[in-house]
């Protein structure tokens, strides 16, 4: 649904989280592999920054050599996967907590369900203005 900001967010949470599930099945895989380090996604903090833009003065841009400070959108988030080297867990070099990463992982399919249920309501509501009612 080309312009909808809320759909937009939809999509681009559920595409995140999706890469964090798969990151968290990877260190749960790996949970008793000598030297493994976890993998963490991180984007909340890149959302955050784009839904609250319009609290954030932008500059204006006067010269080609200045930093651009244009309002950021919701395609330029991207999920980054970071490998969490400076946590020991156990002394064989493997920093994964299996009670961490089941945490981590009803967290995510929380906030997973959370949003299919707001895209579910976004559809049937579209539904109900096609049909007319």
């Keep these: 649904m080309l312009g909808d900001y809320t759909w937009d967010v939809v999509e681009k949470e559920s595409e995140s ?13 790996n949970a008793n592999t000598p030297g493994y380090a976890r993998r ?13 833009q319009d609290k954030k003065l932008h500059m204006t841009v006067t010269d ?6 244009h309002p950021l959108k919701i ?3 991207h999920a980054a996967e970071i490998k969490i080297m400076d946590e020991q867990y156990r002394l064989d070099l493997n920093n994964v907590d299996p009670e961490r990463e089941m945490a981590v992982l009803a967290e995510t399919r929380m906030m997973y369900t959370g949003f299919m249920r707001i895209a579910s309501s976004k559809l049937t509501m579209l539904k109900s203005v096609i049909a007319g009612r």
């Design 64 to 69: 080609p050599q200045h930093i651009p400070s």
């Design 17 to 29: 989280l999706a890469k964090r599930f798969n990151a968290v099945t990877k260190n749960i895989a």
């Design 75 to 77: 395609k330029d988030v």
């Design 40 to 52: 963490n996604v991180s984007f909340e903090d890149q959302m955050r920054e784009v839904m609250e």
